[in-house]
């Protein structure tokens, strides 16, 4: 009987020992249900005002879980400012200029402290924040999976190397998401988040003028659509033009749909990047072609890819920690 007693309390101790650590080290959840009950209607109120002021702040926000995630898994690493001895992800090739909505994130935190000092990861707000951009842009709901602890560190370099360039053809895209785990078509699904959001000039130029250096534009483009552009983006490029925006989804913007697919299937896809996933035959062409006609199976496993996504890499337990600003560990690096 002593020895069964033992047991038990050994059993005790390492579910205490568990629940100090954030649940074995595992995502869940309920993670904040007792430490900070109302964080993600913090957030949710967070998302809604920026939504408010600037109707592409969602995607802009989408975009940073993104981001984050395929550069040293979700740990925030994204938001950590330059200092005078450090660089970090923001002015990467592919953030610099590109990413945005920082300035929600450090609002929403503000608020977090207030209630819960200490205790609400950045790394969980943005994770909590690419949920609430999509179901506020008509998207389905997920239960988002928490306890992620944030970075004391950036990648650069990594930030260069993994995130995928709009002028990638499907090889690469493919490449670029398996290395962080996840599957082609994982791929497809996700990139359906550019059913929301806008573009620069120069992320998809190339394609109107300089195709794969052929001095010609892209044979895929729809005509319409070509014109449209190139009067939106000059070849030859007036100070600020470059910096012009188009839709990613020029039927429906700011609404969280299917449409994306179908554009890419009448040749209005923006991107490289996009529009490759359906002149490329095979497996690519295929999902596209069934989120084209089922909006309902696009909604579905887009919430179980952001799931999986979440899931890159997180730091638990007692990696990391959870900066009280968001720009900066709190060492101040």
């Given at each position: 009987?002593?020895?069964i007693?033992?047991i038990c309390?050994?059993?005790c101790?390492l579910?205490?020992?568990?629940?100090?650590?954030?649940?074995?080290?595992?995502?869940?959840h309920?993670?904040?249900?007792?430490?900070?009950?109302?964080?993600?209607?913090?957030?949710?109120?967070?998302?809604?005002?920026?939504?408010?002021?600037?109707?592409?702040?969602?995607?802009?926000?989408?975009?940073?879980?993104?981001?984050?995630?395929?550069?040293?898994?979700?740990?925030?690493?994204?938001?950590?400012?330059?200092?005078?001895?450090?660089?970090?992800?923001?002015?990467?090739?592919?953030n610099?200029?590109?990413?945005r909505?920082?300035?929600?994130?450090?609002?929403?935190?503000?608020?977090?402290?207030?209630?819960?000092?200490g205790?609400v990861?950045?790394?969980?707000?943005?994770?909590i924040?690419?949920r609430?951009?999509v179901?506020?842009?008509?998207?389905?709901?997920?239960?988002?999976?928490?306890?992620?602890?944030?970075?004391?560190?950036?990648?650069?370099?990594?930030?260069?190397?993994?995130i995928?360039p709009?002028?990638?053809?499907?090889?690469?895209?493919?490449?670029?998401?398996?290395?962080?785990?996840?599957?082609?078509?994982?791929?497809?699904?996700?990139?359906?988040?550019h059913?929301?959001?806008?573009?620069?000039?120069?992320?998809?130029s190339q394609?109107?003028?300089?195709?794969?250096?052929?001095?010609?534009?892209?044979?895929?483009?729809?005509?319409?659509?070509?014109?449209?552009?190139?009067?939106?983006?000059?070849?030859?490029?007036s100070?600020?033009s470059?910096?012009?925006?188009?839709?990613?989804?020029?039927?429906?913007?700011?609404?969280?749909?299917?449409r994306?697919?179908?554009?890419?299937?009448?040749?209005?896809?923006?991107?490289?990047?996009d529009?490759?996933?359906?002149?490329?035959?095979?497996f690519?062409?295929?999902?596209?072609t069934?989120?084209?006609?089922?909006?309902?199976?696009?909604l579905?496993?887009?919430?179980?890819s952001?799931?999986?996504?979440?899931?890159?890499?997180p730091?638990?337990?007692?990696?990391?920690?959870?900066?009280?600003?968001?720009?900066?560990?709190?060492?101040?690096?």
């Amino acid at each position: 009987m002593k020895s069964i007693s033992a047991i038990c309390l050994l059993c005790c101790m390492l579910l205490s020992s568990c629940n100090l650590i954030h649940g074995c080290n595992k995502l869940k959840h309920n993670f904040y249900e007792e430490t900070c009950p109302n964080a993600e209607s913090i957030v949710l109120a967070g998302v809604k005002k920026a939504q408010h002021q600037e109707a592409r702040l969602p995607a802009s926000l989408l975009r940073l879980h993104f981001h984050d995630c395929f550069v040293q898994g979700c740990d925030a690493s994204i938001l950590l400012d330059d200092t005078t001895n450090f660089k970090g992800e923001k002015t990467s090739v592919p953030n610099n200029g590109s990413v945005r909505g920082f300035e929600v994130i450090d609002q929403i935190k503000s608020e977090l402290e207030k209630t819960c000092s200490g205790v609400v990861s950045c790394a969980d707000i943005l994770a909590i924040i690419a949920r609430d951009a999509v179901v506020l842009s008509g998207g389905k709901a997920w239960k988002v999976l928490l306890g992620r602890r944030d970075s004391l560190t950036a990648n650069r370099t990594a930030s260069n190397q993994f995130i995928p360039p709009p002028t990638s053809n499907v090889t690469t895209l493919i490449a670029k998401f398996k290395a962080v785990g996840l599957s082609a078509k994982d791929m497809v699904t996700l990139s359906g988040a550019h059913t929301i959001g806008q573009a620069r000039c120069t992320s998809f130029s190339q394609r109107l003028y300089n195709q794969s250096g052929t001095a010609k534009p892209d044979p895929t483009i729809n005509k319409g659509f070509l014109q449209s552009l190139q009067q939106l983006c000059p070849q030859a490029a007036s100070a600020g033009s470059s910096n012009f925006l188009a839709p990613l989804d020029l039927r429906t913007p700011t609404h969280f749909d299917n449409r994306y697919y179908l554009n890419l299937q009448a040749g209005k896809g923006l991107l490289n990047s996009d529009e490759v996933l359906y002149t490329t035959p095979g497996f690519t062409r295929k999902y596209v072609t069934k989120y084209g006609c089922d909006q309902e199976e696009f909604l579905d496993s887009f919430r179980k890819s952001m799931i999986k996504m979440g899931n890159i890499k997180p730091l638990t337990g007692k990696k990391g920690e959870i900066r009280h600003n968001c720009r900066f560990t709190n060492s101040g690096l």
